[in-house]
Nanobody, 117 residues
C-alpha cells in the first residue's frame, strides 16, 4: 500500500512562499488523481489543488494565481508551490490521492502551514 508523506510546512510571513512536498512510498499509478487539501481550525477539509497523471491541474478559486501544483512521476512526488501567502492560508495541509474509479481517498499525515507576522 502506498504511503503519502508531506513535508515543507512551517511559519512564514504574509507575502512569503513555501513549497510542500508529498513523497509516495510506491509508484503513483495513473488511476489516481493526486492533490493537496487543507483544513483550518474549526473548518472542514477543502480542496486546494489537484493534478492528474496527464498533468491536468485544478485549483480552488482562493489560491488561483498564487499556488502551483506539480508532479515528478520518476520520483513519485507531488509538490505545491505556494506564493504570496496570506494569513487565511493557515491550515494543516494534506496530500491526498483519489482513486478515479472507486472514488476512495488516501491521506498523508499532514503538515502545518502558518502565515503570520
Amino acid at each position: 500500500q502506498v504511503q503519502l508523506v508531506e513535508s515543507g510546512g512551517g511559519l512564514v510571513q504574509p507575502g512569503g512562499s513555501l513549497r510542500l512536498t508529498c513523497a509516495a512510498s510506491g509508484r503513483i499509478s495513473s488511476i489516481y488523481v493526486m492533490g493537496w487539501y487543507r483544513q483550518a481550525p474549526g473548518k472542514q477539509r477543502e480542496l486546494v489543488a489537484t493534478i492528474t497523471s496527464g498533468g491536468v491541474t485544478n485549483y480552488a478559486d482562493s489560491v488561483k494565481g498564487r499556488f502551483t501544483i506539480s508532479r515528478d512521476t520518476a520520483k513519485n512526488t507531488v509538490y505545491l508551490q505556494m506564493n504570496s501567502l496570506k494569513p487565511e492560508d493557515t491550515a494543516v495541509y494534506y496530500c491526498g490521492r483519489r482513486h478515479t474509479i472507486l472514488l476512495t481517498m488516501d491521506w498523508g499525515q499532514g503538515t502545518q502551514v502558518t502565515v503570520s507576522s
